[in-house]
């Protein structure tokens, strides 16, 4: 069965801009959309995306694709 409620966000990461801010205002309608809003989301965004941060390919651009479903 597919959640009532679903959200989709893309964010290209621009370098020399404030990129986390940049990033919460593209994702942040999505994340109200489907009910992900939350602390408890926000914090293992930031885990996931840290861990990215450290171990992620050194040749091409950067991608990270999360997907979130209750």
Same mark, same amino acid.
């Given at each position: 069965? $597919? !959640?009532? *409620? &679903?959200?989709?966000? *893309? ?13 919460? *205002? +593209?994702?942040? !309608?999505? $994340? &109200? ?10 914090? +293992?965004?930031?885990?996931?995306? &840290? +861990? ?8 091409? !651009? !950067? ?8």
């Amino acid at each position: 069965m $597919l !959640p009532a *409620r &679903t959200g989709f966000a *893309r964010y290209d990461f621009i370098a020399g801009e404030d990129a986390a801010s940049e990033f919460i *205002r +593209a994702i942040l !309608p999505a $994340l &109200t959309a489907s009910g992900f809003n939350n602390y408890g989301v926000f914090r +293992a965004l930031s885990g996931a995306i &840290t +861990a990215y941060n450290e171990h992620r390919p050194s040749s091409g !651009p !950067p991608m990270l694709l999360m997907q979130l479903s209750k």
